[in-house]
């Protein structure tokens, strides 16, 4: 198995019953894609970009990733450090209370501007929606996330 | 004492001190913490709600690699007692073959791997002896006693030299003549209203790792309070409460359910002591529907009198939740005693004790629920009369707490009125079946308030040298902005500047604060560093009276000064509610005004709009208190229409123990259009720092706002929550 997180090369054996959310978490120790059900349930807490697309990792076994390129939240602020844009107005707008949900929710504008489904607010509201958040913070969640695409799409 | 509203830096829409860390995965949750050679764990829950154990099998688990041991009731030690506002639960598991709800922890499957003991859980074989469940309408029930009139403080006990809380909700409360006032009352509305039960639902579902060091234990854990957790470990499994260490920095979510210590806890801590290796537990969310308790299902019998002028001349109000067999929880409803002037009042509780688990407080407990009854009562009498409803509101306006006559410590609610009226545009709103397409729209409003819940509350500050200021408290951050707000209280009370402020937090070697819960954690451990910080600078003022603090260090030799501030509440109690011993009756309050479309071929419901107008207090960070109130609104509108749990009325197992067959709002649920407004107010009494508590007040009486918006609507009044598809076409359907 070979396959890119964040950049880096992983090439190793996986075991058949171990999903993306879990290897990831327990080998790279990447523990910004949370668990909130493992069952695909929660509104993806575990939410990453495999070749782009947004994916609830706890659906997707690590077997199925040979030749992917998986971004997740530690992948996404530039060399530098520096955050990118919609990491910004997660903050500027305060799209999140607890946290828990927000590297997935991060994750998911990244692919809803991405995707171009971010041109209204009742665009961003549905194509948001896949990403449950219960300390409910969604109007600053769609605030940032057109705030982002202002910036990201110019 | 600091209590001007004059200062900037207090009420300034500072982004939050965690930021940065939960935008880039930093923030470390306790599941995301890993122990060299640490074991997953599983529980293994009783199949049956009712019934005793009489084998497990684990034969089949030898199949599976990674599986290490699987420990029952034989290898669990006896544990000691735990004591109620500490333990969630008082009955702990594994200790007998008895089996009281279905998921009652039976066994644990330790493995190396999470996919390990995740394969194994299901091979395990639990067979039982069953017996037919308790079912809800089938228990027995218990009246809630209580000194007749008892004040609401919450007494307190003594027991084996420590002083423990008694519950103090749901005493009966009497004053004149409630029946016979009803009798002769101009009008009268009443009836029965419902709740379900309901999930907390948090998005981390709670995780524990334990680990040993000989007899020291350290607890990574999901918790609303961590200072409730090294006693009852200490309790349960016999160890000195002072070698129990805590480090739970952030926690995701817990809205009740991570606030008192569950046996899960106390389980992963005996397993890790059992095995002598590090062990880490993290629910699964069906787990967590047995496991961290939920809201209990609850029935109000609600009645108003009235004169024709409005006036409220008596309120009956009798409320019955179901709890379980083993455990006592009483869902305050009739703490809204206290929201309108009335001459008359009876009131009383009692429980049901039917085959669940352990209920417990969820966002929002007490008035969270007695309002949905009397809020719609209010609703339904104004209607009667024909009277506007906040006009009706306003004319039951309570100057005085009226069960005690107290003073309040602060209440601008009239101000909350108008202005959230102003801001709704509520007496220009449109009447009589607008439409818009195919929806139909109506508006509501209700009152808001939650009793002020107070701890005790510690922290340290530190002035270095270079003018950095530490804060030290051991507080959870649950995303209610506490931290940020803790370094806005420093630097004005230092008058540095607040970028110079760092908070240390969530790691019990800090000073031991008060819960993230009930709303109260500004209130205690903002009032802690406040006074934290005057005394350092009363300490300061021995070595220089320069008045900068940064200027007068600079001018000693020393290298740092500290400040302790403890934060006590009158006659030492550890905790208090809506008051306790302080003189005045402390509360918070709010209106709620909403505006919703129908949709009557389809049944759907939609929210279209919403104004929140509160009396909270001293703000102390404008952008984080409106998150609070953000939150709490969404939160009600799950409530309102969508949440629920059902238990299967023939096992008394909870159906669909996930977030597909248990509806939470999505984005698309809320509009954007939520305007949250504080009316400008300082309270002198509540705390050190002019605050009290904001947060759950925002999700009381949004509900009945929501179904009378609905009945503006469509004519159909629903008093059996949520407000679902369903039970709209079948009222229209009636009508
Ligand atoms: S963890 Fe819930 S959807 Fe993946
Ligand atoms: S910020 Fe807590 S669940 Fe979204």
Redesign the interface.
């Known amino acids: 198995m070979e396959f890119r997180v964040n950049g880096e090369i992983h090439s190793e054996q996986v075991?058949a019953?171990?999903s993306l959310l879990?290897w990831l978490?327990?080998h790279p120790?990447?523990?910004?894609?949370?668990?909130?059900?493992?069952?695909g349930?929660?509104?993806g807490?575990c939410t990453v970009l495999v070749d782009g697309v947004r994916m609830n990792s706890c659906l997707v076994l690590v077997a199925q990733c040979h030749g992917s390129n998986i971004t997740?939240?530690?992948g996404?602020?530039d060399v530098d450090g520096v955050?990118h844009p919609v990491?910004k107005a997660?903050?500027?707008e305060?799209a999140?209370?607890?946290?828990?949900?927000?590297?997935a929710q991060?994750m998911s504008a990244v692919a809803s501007i991405r995707e171009r489904h971010t041109s209204s607010?009742e665009e961003?509201?549905?194509w948001?929606?896949?990403?449950?958040?219960?300390?409910?913070?969604?109007?600053?969640?769609?605030?940032a996330v057109l705030a982002a695409s202002k910036k990201v799409t110019g | 004492m600091t209590v001007d509203n004059d200062r900037s830096i207090v009420g300034a829409p500072l982004?939050?001190v965690?930021?940065?860390?939960?935008?880039?995965?930093?923030?470390?949750?306790s599941?995301?913490n890993?122990l060299p050679g640490m074991l997953h764990a599983a529980i293994v829950g009783a199949p049956v709600a009712r019934g005793r154990l009489v084998q497990i099998d684990t034969t089949a688990l030898a199949a599976v690699e990674g599986v290490v041991r699987v420990l029952t009731r034989e290898d669990m030690p006896t544990f000691g007692a735990v004591h109620a506002f500490q333990a969630a639960a008082l009955d702990l598991p594994m200790q007998s073959d008895e089996i009281h709800f279905e998921g009652e922890p039976v066994a644990i499957v330790l493995g190396t791997?999470?996919?390990a003991v995740e394969?194994a859980r299901p091979l395990v074989r639990v067979r039982c002896a069953a017996q037919p469940p308790i079912l809800p309408g089938h228990g027995e029930r218990e009246v809630i006693a209580g000194e007749e009139g008892e004040r609401d403080g919450g007494s307190v006990g003594e027991e084996g030299g420590m002083t423990w809380m008694v519950w103090p909700y749901g005493g009966p409360v009497r004053i004149g003549d409630a029946a016979a006032s009803l009798e002769t009352s101009h009008t009268r509305v009443g009836g029965t209203w419902t709740h379900p039960s309901r999930h907390h639902?948090?998005?981390?579902?709670s995780s524990t790792i334990a680990h040993w060091d000989g007899d020291v234990l350290t607890m990574w854990d999901s918790v609303q309070a961590s200072f409730v957790v090294p006693p009852v470990l200490a309790d349960a499994l016999g160890i000195d409460p002072g070698n129990v260490t805590v480090v739970s920095p952030?926690?995701?979510?817990g809205?009740g359910a991570k606030g008192w210590v569950w046996p899960h806890q106390v389980l992963t801590a005996a397993a890790a002591r059992i095995v002598g290796r590090p062990v880490k537990l993290?629910l699964?969310?069906a787990d967590q529907y047995t496991s961290t308790g939920f809201q209990p299902a609850l029935t109000q019998h609600l009645e108003l009198g009235a004169d024709s002028s409005g006036r409220l001349t008596a309120t009956r109000h009798h409320v019955s939740n179901i709890t379980g067999l083993t455990e006592t929880y009483v869902e305050g409803a009739t703490e809204v005693k206290d929201l309108y002037a009335c001459p008359a009042l009876d009131t009383g509780q009692d429980v049901e004790r039917i085959s669940v688990g352990a209920p417990t407080p969820m966002r929002t407990t007490n008035e969270g629920c007695g309002l949905w009854a009397l809020e719609s009562a209010m609703n339904e009498l104004a209607h009667e009369l024909n009277i506007d409803p906040l006009e009706l509101r306003l004319r039951n306006y309570a100057d005085r707490e009226p069960t005690t006559e107290r003073p309040w410590s602060s209440k601008r609610l009239r101000e909350a009125y108008a202005d959230g009226a102003r801001l709704f545009g509520w007496y220009d709103r449109p009447r009589d079946g607008r439409t818009d397409g195919p929806w139909r729209i109506g508006t509501g409003m209700a009152t808001c308030t939650m009793g002020q819940v107070r701890f005790p509350g510690n922290a340290r500050v530190r002035l270095a040298r270079d003018g950095s200021v530490r804060i030290e408290t051991d507080i959870q951050?649950?995303?209610?902005?506490l931290q940020t707000v803790l370094t806005q209280i420093a630097a004005d009370e230092l008058d540095v500047p607040v970028g110079d402020v760092s908070v240390a937090w969530g790691h019990s070697d800090l000073p031991s604060t008060g819960p993230v819960y009930a709303s109260s954690a500004t209130v205690h451990t903002g009032s802690a560093v406040a006074l934290a910080c005057r005394e350092l600078r009363k300490n300061l003022s021995e070595y220089s009276d320069t008045p900068s603090v940064t200027d007068a260090i600079a001018e000693t030799d020393l290298a740092e000064i500290v400040g302790e501030g403890k934060f006590g509440l009158e006659g030492n109690a550890p905790i208090d509610v809506g008051g306790g011993d302080s003189g005045y009756a402390i509360r918070s309050f709010g209106a709620v005004f909403v505006e919703v479309a129908v949709d009557p071929e389809l049944g759907l419901l939609r929210l279209r709009r919403m104004v929140g107008s509160y009396s909270c207090g001293r703000i102390m960070n404008e952008?984080?208190a409106?998150?609070?109130m953000?939150?709490?609104?969404?939160?009600a509108w799950g409530k309102a229409t969508m949440e629920r749990s059902e238990l299967d009325p023939a096992t008394a197992r909870w159906l669909s123990k996930?977030?597909?067959g248990v509806h939470?709002?999505?984005?698309?649920?809320?509009?954007?259009d939520?305007i949250v407004h504080f009316v400008d107010e300082v309270d002198p009494h509540a705390s050190a720092i002019g605050a009290r508590g904001v947060g759950e007040v925002g999700a009381t009486g949004v509900d009945a706002a929501i179904a009378d918006a609905v009945f503006d609507a469509v004519g159909v009044r629903i008093r059996d929550l949520p407000i679902t598809p369903k039970r709209l076409l079948t009222a229209i359907g009636e009508t």
Not at chain 1, 96 to 103: A, L
Not at chain 1, 128 to 143: D, E, F, R, V, W
Not at chain 2, 250 to 253: C, E, L, R, S, V
Request: some cysteine; overall charge negative; glycine content about 12%.
């Open positions: 075991s019953r171990t879990d978490r327990e120790g990447l523990t910004g894609a949370k668990k909130g059900c493992a069952e349930a929660c509104g807490a997740t939240i530690e996404l602020a955050l990491q997660f903050i500027g305060d999140f209370q607890c946290g828990y949900c927000t590297p991060i607010a961003v509201q549905e948001m929606s896949g990403n449950l958040c219960h300390c409910s913070a969604y109007p600053q969640i769609t605030a | 982004p939050r965690e930021g940065p860390a939960k935008v880039t995965g930093a923030a470390k949750y599941a995301d890993e791997s999470l996919q394969q639902n948090p998005m981390e579902t952030h926690t995701g979510g809205f993290h699964t969310r951050d649950i995303g209610t902005g952008r984080t409106r998150a609070q953000i939150g709490s609104l969404t939160w996930n977030l597909t939470v709002p999505a984005n698309a649920d809320i509009p954007a939520i």
